[in-house]
């Protein structure tokens, strides 16, 4: 190769600055140098004439025969376009942006390649950054969406606590003030009805506390607060004086009971077994007519394993809310209101998980409701 | 020509306590017979419904969410009866108050909790009477 003086085209070339300019012979040796090859690669023009350009391209690269494919590509196809890493003379990276294009003469000889290499690090930087920060971006919008989501359900629980509270506190209210009425009365004080106001008065309060109660429990097992103090429970003595309980609470109500023949004894919170059957017999009786018994059992179900089932004789959950009646607040939300902050179902179930056990509804033949909690094996054989 | 005796308003019937929370059933009751008002007292708009075909009333109280059909579903049923129409006032435990009563044409309404004083006062001014007698 025979180095001739530059012309004017030469002399252009060699003073561009923004790209690497340089000609290679058909085996890929340098032949030419621009002062922009040697600002982007680094090498002067008399250390890297008569080199392989191999010298710019990572040892990955070089093992894989890169180079020579992208000679054998641009030979064939006139031009090869590449992004990739290459290599400075300082060992250092950058991201280059390359054109290959195959020189022929007039007879259509292959005498070289031209190669135009663009340093494209710094903006291949800037979108990297682009993109991390719209990554960053789009996970902060999940968040506040996510944070708006949270204040909207913790609005609708307020929401939903604050108008089951108001009903109980409503009639109290007006029970206590009926009764400071009596007290108030210019004529006799009547005193069996002012028994009978402070009566109801006291009732409306308990009612307050069980839904105090409900939300504390709510919030206990939202936190992973609540705990079980587990005893030896003999479920047939045990559900014959819950049901004695029960009966008392809601009078005139048919409440029949059916236990195991022989004793089943379990490992279990009594207190918190109790509020389940509580609030399954409380569903029971509020969705199903008053003259319509209410069927408890306990003992040992099919799989032998412990098991309780409260059953009704009203018209059933529909199937499309069999799922859902154990969601927070299901039956609180909409119009059509039983009354209760629908949260029974919910925390009965968190407590049967907790047990090891489950509770679930079950179809009944014909008509009504059935809800069936089933516990761990019994604590002893 | 023989009027039909329900638009005869000589005699202005009872006070409709439509609410379907026992407690407060009862309690509401109690406070406006205390005031001397004729109560007719159901638990949800279905018998609500009942009661109107039974006997006009001369007011409606009327709690928004109930079972089997709520203050909404009343109000519409109620509309389109023939006959003379009772004024309703709206009670909710709920939010937006107002607007609840707007949307079922209420002439008032009653924020639960309320004293018995408020739930007198407005009686009297929706009926724009004292109770018989007083």
């Known amino acids: ?381 | 020509v023989a009027r039909p005796s329900t638009r005869r308003r000589s005699a202005p019937g009872p006070i409709l306590l439509v609410e379907d929370d026992p407690a407060i059933r009862r309690m509401m009751q109690m406070a406006l017979e205390d005031e001397g008002y004729e109560v007719v007292a159901v638990s949800d708009g279905f018998d609500a419904l009942g009661a109107i075909e039974q006997r006009r009333p001369g007011l409606i109280l009327l709690d928004l969410r109930m079972p089997r059909m709520n203050g909404w579903e009343f109000a519409e049923s109620y509309r389109a009866l023939p006959g003379p129409r009772a004024p309703i006032v709206a009670l909710t435990a709920g939010r937006d108050l107002s607007a609840k009563a707007a949307e079922i044409g209420a002439d008032a309404y009653l924020g639960k909790p309320f004293d018995l004083e408020q739930l007198i006062a407005i009686v009297r001014t929706v009926t724009g009477r004292r109770p018989p007698g007083r």
């Open chain 1, 1 to 381: 190769v025979t180095q001739q003086p530059p012309g004017l085209f030469g002399l252009l070339v060699e003073s561009v600055i923004d790209y690497a300019i340089f000609a290679l012979s058909p085996t890929g040796h340098v032949l030419t140098w621009n002062e922009g090859a040697q600002r982007i690669k680094g090498w002067r023009a008399e250390e890297i004439i008569g080199r392989h350009f191999s010298a710019f391209y990572p040892p990955d690269d070089i093992a894989s025969g890169k180079p020579d494919a992208e000679l054998v590509l641009a030979s064939s196809e006139g031009r090869w376009e590449d992004e990739g890493w290459r290599i400075r003379s300082d060992g250092t990276r950058f991201w280059a942006n390359v054109v290959i294009t195959a020189l022929r003469d007039g007879t259509g000889q292959l005498v070289g390649f031209g190669k135009v290499t663009r340093d494209l690090t710094e903006r291949r930087a800037a979108e990297r950054e682009r993109l991390r920060l719209a990554t960053r971006e789009r996970a902060a919008k999940a968040a506040t969406a996510a944070a708006f989501q949270a204040l909207r359900g913790r609005d609708e629980f307020l929401s939903v606590a604050a108008h089951e509270l108001r009903t109980p506190v409503t009639s109290l209210l007006g029970y206590v003030q009926l009764a400071r009425r009596q007290t108030q009365a210019a004529d006799e004080i009547d005193r069996a009805r002012l028994a009978n106001l402070l009566e109801l008065a006291d009732d409306q309060s308990h009612r307050l506390a069980g839904l105090i109660d409900q939300l504390l429990d709510l919030s206990r097992l939202e936190l992973g607060y609540l705990r079980l103090d587990r005893q030896p429970v003999e479920l047939g003595a045990w559900i014959e004086e819950i049901a004695e309980r029960l009966r008392a609470v809601f009078v005139g109500r048919e409440l029949v009971v059916r236990t195991a023949g022989r004793p089943v004894v379990i490992e279990a919170d009594a207190l918190r077994l109790e509020q389940i059957v509580t609030n399954l017999v409380d569903n029971a009786a509020k969705f199903s007519p008053d003259a319509a018994p209410i069927e408890v059992e306990a003992g040992l179900g099919p799989d032998g394993l412990p098991r309780l089932a409260v059953r009704d004789h009203g018209p059933g959950v529909p199937r499309e809310h069999q799922q859902r009646v154990f969601d927070r607040f299901y039956q609180a939300q909409g119009e059509r209101h039983y009354g209760g902050m629908g949260l029974g179902l919910y925390i009965s179930r968190q407590i049967a998980e907790l047990h090891g056990g489950a509770l679930t509804y079950e179809e009944v033949d014909g008509t009504g409701a059935r809800f069936v909690l089933r516990l761990p094996q019994p604590a002893s054989g």
